[in-house]
T-cell receptor, first 116, second 113 residues
Framework: ETGVTQSPTHLIKTRGQQVTLRCSSQ?????VSWYQQALGQGPQFIFQ???????GRGNFPPRFSGLQFPNYSSELNVNALELDDSALYLC???????????????FGPGTRLTVL | QQQVKQSPQSLIVQKGGISIINCAYE??????FPWYQQFPGKGPALLIA?????SEKKEGRFTISFNKSAKQFSLHIMDSQPGDSATYFC????????????FGSGTQLTVLP
């Protein structure tokens, strides 16, 4: 059984650029959630994808967008990067979603994004 | 806005001691309460979790105590070891269609040898 993987590990961008982060969910999991973790803080929910559709969204602007693919892997896209977007971006996978309750979310190692 | 409040911010205990971390939540629309352990540069790893219909759950050296009426829950680490030194996050899972986790602010635990 493979765990959650994310790429790249680290990324440096400049303000105004666009970035795409990738996540492969744990084997058998069909739901992917993305979180932003600023330094010294707890993760904040960005959005969740279930069966290729957005299933819920936190308090993040529309320049944060995502995709989920048929193999349940996912992308997080951030446009018009701002300095405050510097953070660890975490992907979590789980089984279920939508009207089916999901409980345990398993996290990947994260992508460290630095915006200069 | 749903919130989970966690304390203390940092904790130092001696090897073999008991580490206690507390959390409180405000919204009743949570139905699953996990604790995560995070080492520097790593993603959070699930440690132990509890549902609100259970008052206590124990797994090895880790115990969650849950008080539904007070909307509080805590993590107890017995016989704390230097390898337990990490940041611990409590979290609460919303009961809606989007099962999102709301995290506490974290507790940095240091276990002295």
């Amino acid at each position: 059984e493979t765990g959650v993987t994310q790429s790249p590990t680290h990324l440096i961008k400049t303000r105004g650029q666009q970035v795409t982060l990738r996540c492969s969910s744990q084997s058998g999991h069909n739901t992917v959630s993305w979180y932003q973790q600023a330094l010294g803080q707890g993760p904040q929910f960005i959005f969740q994808y279930y069966r290729e559709e957005e299933n819920g969204r936190g308090n993040f602007p529309p320049r944060f967008s995502g995709l989920q693919f048929p193999n349940y892997s996912s992308e997080l896209n951030v446009n018009a990067l701002e300095l405050d977007d510097s953070a660890l971006y975490l992907c979590a996978s789980s089984l279920g979603g939508g009207r089916v309750s999901t409980d345990t979310q398993y996290f990947g190692p994260g992508t460290r994004l630095t915006v200069l | 806005q749903q919130q989970v409040k966690q304390s203390p911010q940092s904790l130092i205990v001696q090897k073999g001691g008991i580490s206690i971390i507390n959390c409180a939540y405000e919204n009743t629309a949570f139905d699953y309460f996990p604790w995560y352990q995070q080492f520097p540069g790593k993603g959070p790893a699930l440690l132990i979790a509890i549902r609100p219909d259970v008052s206590e759950k124990k797994e090895g050296r880790f115990t969650i105590s849950f008080n539904k009426s007070a909307k509080q829950f805590s993590l107890h680490i017995m016989d704390s070891q230097p390898g337990d030194s990490a940041t611990y996050f409590c979290a609460a899972l919303s009961s809606g269609s989007a099962r999102q986790l709301t995290f506490g602010s974290g507790t940095q635990l240091t276990v002295l040898p």
